[in-house]
C-alpha cells in the first residue's frame, strides 16, 4: 500500500524588520538613559532643572496661550488614540479580510498597559500642579519620588503617560494608515507618514511641561520609554507572524499591500 503524503506548507522563515538607526544599541542606550534618569531623581538630583523649567512655564502662560496648549494637549489622550488605532485596524481588517492588521493596536496596547501604568505607579511622583490644587502640597514636596503615603491618583507623574502615548499610538496610526489610504487607491507620502509620527508627540511633550502637568524629567523618562517600545513594535514581522488554525482563513499581508 503506498501513502500519499498530505502536501505541506512551507512558511515563510519569520525575520524582524529593519529599523532606523539599524541594530540594538540605541535601544540600548533608550534603556539605560531611563534607568540613570531614574536613579538620579531617586537621589533627589535634577530637581533644580525642574523646579527652574515650571517655575518659568508658571510665569509665563497667559490665559490665551494656556487653553491653547491645553487644546492641543488632547492629541496625547491614551484612550482616544487607543479606539482612533484599533478603528483603523478594524477598517483595513475588513477592507483586506485579514486578521493581521488587528495585530498591532492590539500589541501595542498590551505593552503601554504593561509598561506606562506599573511605572507610574512604583515612582509615586506628583505632578508640578500638585502644589497649586489637590493635594496642595509643599512646592518642595511634589519633587521627589516613590511618594507612596500619597493617594494614587495624585503620585502618577513620572513617566509622561501623555507623551509615551503619543509616540507608541501615532506611530501604530500612521504604520495602518498607510495600507488603508492604498486600499482606496491612494498613497501616503512618506513626510506625512514622518509628520505623524512626528508633530503630534512633539507638541505633546511640550504642552505638558508648560501646563505644569508633568516635569521636565518626566517627559524625557516618557520619550525613553516610548521610543525603546516604538522600535520594538516596528521590528515586528506583522506580515509573517504565525496564526493559529482557525485565524489562517482570513491571513493577509497589509504592511506589504498590495
Known amino acids: 500500500m503506498v501513502r500519499v503524503r498530505e502536501p505541506t506548507t512551507v512558511r515563510r522563515k519569520v525575520q524582524l524588520r529593519a529599523v532606523?538607526?539599524?541594530?540594538?544599541?540605541?535601544?540600548?542606550?533608550?534603556?539605560?538613559?531611563?534607568?540613570?534618569?531614574?536613579?538620579?531623581?531617586?537621589?533627589?538630583?535634577?530637581?533644580?532643572?525642574d523646579r527652574a523649567v515650571a517655575d518659568w512655564a508658571d510665569t509665563h502662560r497667559p490665559t490665551v496661550a494656556r487653553w491653547t496648549a491645553m487644546t492641543l494637549n488632547?492629541?496625547?489622550?491614551?484612550?482616544?488614540?487607543?479606539l482612533i488605532a484599533a478603528g483603523l485596524g478594524v477598517l483595513l481588517a475588513v477592507r483586506l479580510r485579514s486578521v493581521r492588521p488587528l495585530l498591532p493596536p492590539v500589541t501595542a496596547f498590551v505593552l503601554t498597559y504593561l509598561t506606562?501604568?506599573?511605572?507610574?505607579?512604583w515612582t509615586a511622583r506628583p505632578a508640578p500642579s500638585a502644589s497649586s490644587k489637590e493635594p496642595f502640597l509643599p512646592p518642595e514636596q511634589t519633587l521627589p519620588l516613590f511618594q507612596h503615603d500619597l493617594p494614587v491618583r495624585y503620585a502618577q507623574s513620572y513617566p509622561s503617560g501623555h507623551v509615551a502615548n503619543a509616540i507608541v499610538w501615532y506611530g501604530v496610526i500612521a504604520l495602518l494608515l498607510a495600507?488603508?489610504?492604498?486600499?482606496?487607491?491612494?498613497?501616503?507620502?512618506?513626510r506625512l507618514v514622518t509628520a505623524v509620527r512626528v508633530v503630534p508627540?512633539?507638541?505633546?511633550?511640550?504642552?505638558?511641561?508648560?501646563?505644569?502637568?508633568?516635569?521636565?524629567?518626566?517627559?524625557?523618562?516618557?520619550?525613553?520609554?516610548?521610543?525603546l517600545?516604538?522600535?520594538l513594535l516596528r521590528r515586528v514581522p506583522w506580515d509573517d507572524l504565525p496564526l493559529p488554525g482557525r485565524l489562517r482563513q482570513h491571513d493577509r499581508p497589509f504592511t506589504s499591500y498590495p
Open 229 to 231: 517600545l516604538d522600535r
Open 74 to 82: 488632547y492629541l496625547g489622550q491614551g484612550t482616544p488614540l487607543t
Open 201 to 227: 508627540p512633539l507638541v505633546v511633550f511640550c504642552t505638558t511641561i508648560y501646563l505644569g502637568w508633568h516635569w521636565l524629567t518626566d517627559s524625557v523618562a516618557g520619550l525613553a520609554l516610548a521610543f
Open 20 to 49: 532606523r538607526p539599524p541594530g540594538w544599541w540605541l535601544d540600548a542606550l533608550l534603556l539605560v538613559g531611563l534607568v540613570a534618569l531614574t536613579v538620579a531623581l531617586a537621589a533627589d538630583r535634577l530637581f533644580g532643572v
Open 116 to 121: 506606562i501604568g506599573p511605572l507610574k505607579v
Open 179 to 190: 495600507p488603508l489610504l492604498t486600499t482606496y487607491g491612494r498613497r501616503m507620502p512618506p
